[in-house]
């Protein structure tokens, strides 16, 4: 058996990379004109600004108490599994940057909706 390369056909472009003609479209070309962009709805705004407030103040909370409450952080089964890492969580420095990341991400939570309460 010769061994010849495999020879490969050349593929014609994709319909999708060429430019649409607007002639060939105009239907659709002046709906998109004569609408302009969309604009999120007011309702919508404010609700998602509520759900974000809601969770960085549960996910702050939840950070600045979880180094001070022994069921959650001595009794870690990340911590049983690795001794290293709990004996570096037990001290009193890491615990404290840890509460202060979950300050931090209520001061922000807090500074959100303030700063967004009139709009």
Known sequence: MPQHPELTPVL?????A??????AYPAENSIRHRHGPHRIP??????ELFVRVLLRMYIGLAVCIA???PMLWERNPLFTHFP???AFAAH???RGIISGLGLLNLWI???DAIRHRDG
Do not use: N
């Open 92 to 94: 009193g420095a890491v």
């Open 67 to 69: 180094p001070w409450w």
């Open 42 to 47: 007011h309702w919508l705004e404010r609700a």
């Open 12 to 16: 014609p472009e994709s319909p999708a």
């Open 84 to 86: 290293t890492i709990a």
């Open 18 to 23: 060429q430019p649409v003609q607007d002639a």
């Open 109 to 111: 939570a807090f500074q």
